[in-house]
């Protein structure tokens, strides 16, 4: 469980502000990766807070540079550095662990909680709510051209689901997605053919039987 920087007091799973000294606390980057702010203020605007957000360095085997908002820690992400950060902060993860990952969607789900959209931090559109990965639990703010907002949090979230396998688990059944797929594409032509086959068959054999009577039939006139 993340616990407040300011207090040390433990945190709920579905936000970063303390029950108890009523402040914020970076749950996703504080004590876990370590960076540095490159800028403090640039073009692109907090979803949230309507404040330019920071441009900070994660510093990881790939050199990345996010942008984060230091009012509400939600990050911004271009395309492609999500995939990047989980890649390099979980690794070796072969096995699926079905009951963690439904523990983990469990502790953050709010049955009651507003939908709603917001605007992406470069275009300033509103951006898609996408589950990340289908099944991890985590409804992103997808803006298609820039890239992905994240809430205070669900980057912590997004570490947890795929150190469960959760990744392992979106493959699998993309995987399975595009068998069936193909067997499908399969079966249609090959129903075409088998038609077409036995149709042709039964023409054939239909005309060759009226060829036969029509030809005795002009020999019984002639003789």
């Known amino acids: 469980m993340a616990r407040c920087t300011s207090c040390s007091a ?41 404040k330019p957000l920071q441009s ?31 890649q390099n902060s979980v690794s070796n993860v072969f096995d699926i662990n079905r009951e963690h990952i439904d523990n983990i969607n469990k502790d953050r789900f709010r ?4 939908i709603r959209y917001v605007k992406c931090p470069e275009c300033r559109r509103h951006m898609n709510r996408v589950n990340f990965g289908n099944r991890s ?14 809430d ?12 469960a396998g959760g990744q392992l688990l979106h493959q699998q059944h993309a995987e399975e997605l595009e068998k069936r797929q193909k067997q499908k594409q399969n079966v249609l032509p ?16 239909a005309l060759d039987v009226d060829i036969v009577a029509a030809v005795a039939g002009l020999l019984d006139k002639l003789f």
């Open 56 to 86: 900070i360095h994660l510093k990881m085997a790939d050199a990345l540079y996010i942008e984060r908002c230091h009012t509400c820690f939600g990050l911004f992400f271009d395309k492609g550095e999500i995939e990047t950060v989980l």
């Open 10 to 50: 433990p945190l709920p799973a579905n936000t970063n502000r303390c029950l108890y000294c009523n402040s914020r606390s970076d749950v996703d980057l504080h004590a876990k990766h370590p960076y540095r702010v490159e800028k403090s203020a640039t073009h692109r605007i907090c979803p949230n807070c309507d």
């Open 190 to 205: 090959n129903a075409k053919t088998d038609y077409s086959a036995k149709t042709g068959g039964d023409f054939g054999s």
């Open 137 to 150: 639990g985590v409804v992103v703010d997808q803006c298609i051209v820039h890239g992905i907002w994240l």
């Open 111 to 114: 049955k009651h909680q507003k």
């Open 152 to 163: 205070s949090g669900e980057l912590t979230h997004l570490l947890e689901w795929k150190k």
